[in-house]
């Protein structure tokens, strides 16, 4: 249930809504210059490693390219056959250090001769009959090779996969967990929740922020260690809360204690808590390009819009037990307003539907810096909560 690698996939253009590639060998390039060069692998993947589908073309010839071998997992595509020239690009690519992985394989449409030559197979899980999937799975793990899932789409495929020794999963049950409308936040994070809500009010005092977090002894010592640690840099040690708020300021403690929060969802995908914190801090970014002054509103909305997967309930069960104000309950139930815009904006670009990543006539390039900064500053901000 934690994220160990990502898949780069390639969009010919912000408006292209699949993946028809013309020029194989050209998308694949335009992948590693913008992941490697452009981006950057640490800020896209934050330390993961990360897996690049190879057409035949660059097996063929292989490209002398940028490309941290460790990071780096090649996918040689389903339709590529075992040529000795593909053989010898392969050799030659796991020579630097490259694991080899092959894509949607299966025993009527895929070369079985590359069986050899790799590390990883991923088969697609939804479509064969299980007695044959099954017997694949067997096959393949006696052969030593790690097996990968594709299509996991519900709890089902999950736990079938992980019965047939799969060890990687790939598909909408990650993003997508199921919900149990019968149940009801545990009363033991309602209290941290309710309190992490009960701060977005702009219209506390500083009086009634310290009173509040006051009254959660716990919240109150993890914000003090976070406000102390290397991360803040702070000259002097702070020892109280009213310090703290003086010193960082409202709106930073805040967005601290809506982190603190979620960090005690434990049993959920960690890459989950990272990504509503990228949403947050995309939702704020947003809200401050869009000109509005006051953007606390704006995070709390991109934070709050994964509890529904990280505690397993439907959205409108959690918003109905905590203190939201109108504004952000709207956004999160109905995508209302310009907060429900801006997490609208946010979870289109998650998904590269770019026609849809859109926000107060802001230009592409800004809304991209937008998702640039949310990223680094998100994996920033996890680093600091488990230090």
Request: aromatic content about 6%; glycine content about 6%.
């Amino acid at each position: 249930m934690a994220v160990v690698a990502y898949e780069l996939l390639y969009r010919a253009s912000p408006s292209s809504r699949s993946g028809a590639i013309a020029d194989p060998g050209h998308a694949t390039l335009e992948v590693i210059a913008a992941a490697a060069l452009d981006i950057g692998l640490d800020r896209l993947a934050a330390g993961l490693p990360v897996h690049i589908n190879f057409p035949e073309e660059l097996l063929i010839k292989v490209p002398d390219l940028p490309l941290q071998a460790g990071r780096v997992v090649i996918e040689v595509l389903e339709d590529v056959r075992a040529t000795p020239e593909v053989l010898q690009g392969i050799h030659t690519l796991r020579a630097r250090g490259h694991r080899i992985a092959l894509d949607d394989y299966s025993p009527r449409g895929s070369d079985p001769r590359l069986l050899e030559a790799a590390h990883i197979v991923k088969l697609e899980v939804t479509h064969p009959p299980a007695d044959e999937l099954a017997r694949l799975a067997r096959e393949l793990r006696a052969a030593g090779l790690e097996l990968i899932a594709e299509n996991v789409e519900s709890r089902e495929h999950f736990e079938r996969c992980i019965e047939l020794g799969f060890t990687g999963f790939q598909g909408d049950f990650l993003q997508q967990p199921e919900t149990f409308s019968a149940r009801r936040v545990p009363v033991s994070r309602l209290g941290a929740l309710r309190l992490a809500a009960s701060l977005q009010n702009e219209d506390y005092s500083l009086d009634d922020v310290e009173r509040l977090l006051s009254q959660d002894v716990s919240l109150s010592y993890r914000v003090l260690r976070c406000i102390n640690s290397s991360y803040y840099n702070l000259p002097r040690k702070i020892d109280s809360i009213r310090q703290a708020i003086v010193i960082l300021g409202l709106d930073t403690l805040r967005q601290l204690c809506g982190l603190l929060c979620l960090q005690g969802i434990d049993d959920r995908p960690p890459s989950l808590i990272v990504q509503a914190m990228t949403r947050g801090r995309m939702c704020e970014q947003l809200g401050k390009l869009g000109g509005t002054r006051e953007a606390g509103a704006f995070f709390i909305t991109g934070l709050f819009s994964l509890l529904n997967a990280l505690l397993g309930l439907p959205t409108r069960k959690v918003v109905e037990e905590l203190p939201l104000t109108p504004a952000v309950t709207n956004a999160l139930l109905t995508g209302a307003g310009a907060l429900g815009a801006a997490l609208q904006c946010t979870r289109a670009y998650e998904r590269g539907v770019w026609d849809h990543a859109v926000y107060a006539d802001l230009p592409p390039h800004l809304i991209r810096a937008a998702y640039v900064d949310a990223l680094f500053w998100a994996e920033q901000a996890r680093a600091m909560l488990s230090a």
